[in-house]
């Protein structure tokens, strides 16, 4: 560093040297000469300027502002600056059409060097930017190299990375059926339905390298409910529908699809449909204790889904938790969306239980059923007792006195069972959820054989 110092120092002392032979004494002999023409005329200038104090002061004031000046341009010229500029697109030149080039980054950083000025001038200057020329390359791998166009001489470049190796590919094509995907479908309106989607293509062509084409699965146009110009039912049009290829994994394949875009013609439905509420206790009350009656704040509702799913739902279950309970309540109920159901009309209910003391009632003579039972076999009781069996009834006797044996259903479920006799469990349920059910005979026997 000391010798980079007296070198700078040396230079200085001949710029400062140059410039007294060239500036100072010239001027000098000049002040002398003028001196002389106005010596006649003007004794004081004459006396003044003919001092050698005065001329070695101005002599002294020139030679400090030509330092200052030398000195100034000097520090310009030594001072030096860099400065990168980051992500800057990478431009290839080849054939397209032929081939598939990969390795060969996006963006890179330029480091610019030079005085401060120059780096300002650059950046405000067109150029050609960061280029790599890979005409007359064959398929292969190769490492090449990028340039960068900069008109200001003065600057010096670095690229980071300046040499990257590519491999180029033979482009070939192929055509893949096209299908779609519904993007943010929780984004329309809950009472809607998307019931058809018809796009103005059904297949489109791939191209890349031929390993990338082996990857893609399936071709999808994205549609997204977010471009959707309204959300009411109807249909509409969507252009330029974006498409992706994709792997068996569901990942995204960079290739080439043609045409880039497609267009779509959406339907949107609101199938909707009115239930009835059905309201179910669960639960046991308190001993003696009975449902006198249940209501509710609304008798049905309207539900929103999809029309295969609404085919399937006739009421809409609600649940009560009465276990005991042993006066009236009020409960305040969130209704449960069925699967398939997007939307209900009503988001809660208020369910009032009215509790009475409990009673018995017996029905004699309630014909036994049978569910599940194998279509190559045949069943029958093994006795006339076998067929038949008394359900107690237990309930407010209110309920009791207004119901018949119509709403009991006595079965026995014989799922898994083959020939011969088998004892089985006897099951009872009724229609009114305001009363429970149970079997004085709790098993029966029955007699099963090949058809």
Request: include cysteine.
């Amino acid at each position: 560093m000391k010798k980079i110092i007296r070198g700078i120092g040396k230079i200085f002392s001949h710029i400062g040297s140059f410039f007294d032979k060239i500036l100072i004494t010239p001027i000098t002999k000049l002040l002398l000469k003028i001196s002389d023409i106005y010596k006649r005329n003007t004794k004081n200038i004459e006396r003044f300027i003919g001092k050698k104090q005065t001329l070695i002061v101005i002599s002294l004031l020139l030679a400090v502002c030509v330092f200052l000046i030398v000195d100034s341009e000097s520090s310009t010229l030594i001072d030096q600056y860099a400065e990168v500029l980051y992500d800057q697109p990478v431009t290839a030149t080849y054939n397209e059409e032929a081939y598939v080039v990969e390795g060969l980054p996006e963006t890179v950083d330029i480091t610019l060097v030079g005085q401060k000025r120059h780096i300002f001038l650059a950046k405000q200057s067109p150029n050609d930017g960061v280029t790599v020329d890979l005409t007359g390359l064959k398929p292969g791998q190769h490492k090449v190299t990028l340039r960068y166009t900069q008109k200001i001489g003065s600057l010096d470049y670095r690229l980071d990375p300046s040499t990257v190796t590519i491999t180029i590919y033979d482009k070939v094509s192929e055509t893949k059926s096209l299908t779609y995907d519904i993007l943010h479908q929780d984004n329309l309106d809950s009472r809607l339905n998307i019931s058809n989607v018809e796009l103005d293509r059904s297949e489109v062509i791939v191209k890349g390298a031929e390993y990338k084409l082996d990857e893609v699965a399936t071709v999808r146009a994205l549609i997204d409910v977010d471009d959707f110009p309204t959300q009411e039912a109807g249909e509409l049009t969507l252009d330029n529908v974006r498409l992706v290829a994709y792997d068996q994994s569901g990942e995204i394949v960079d290739v080439e699809i043609v045409p880039k875009t497609v267009t779509a013609k959406v339907t949107i439905t609101s199938p909707s449909k009115e239930v009835p509420i059905e309201i179910t206790p669960t639960g046991d009350m308190a001993f003696g204790k009975a449902i006198q009656s249940l209501s509710s704040s609304v008798s049905s509702v309207t539900i929103y889904g999809s029309e295969e799913a609404l085919q399937n739902i006739d009421a809409l279950p609600v649940e009560i938790d009465v276990t005991g309970l042993e006066d009236n309540k009020d409960y305040t109920v969130t209704l449960e969306r069925p699967n398939g159901v997007t939307a209900i009309s009503v988001n809660t209910i208020t369910v009032n239980v009215v509790v009475d003391d409990s009673t018995t009632r017996e029905f004699e003579n309630i014909s036994i059923a049978t569910e599940n039972l194998d279509d190559q076999y045949r069943v029958q009781a093994a006795s006339e007792a076998d067929s038949r069996v008394t359900v107690v009834v237990t309930g407010s006797k209110s309920v009791l006195d207004s119901i018949d044996s119509s709403i009991i259903r006595a079965y026995v479920d014989l799922s898994g069972l083959g020939e011969g006799d088998h004892e089985v469990d006897v099951h009872v349920t009724g229609s009114d959820a305001r009363l429970s059910y149970s079997a004085r005979t709790t098993k029966v026997t029955v007699r099963i054989s090949k058809k």
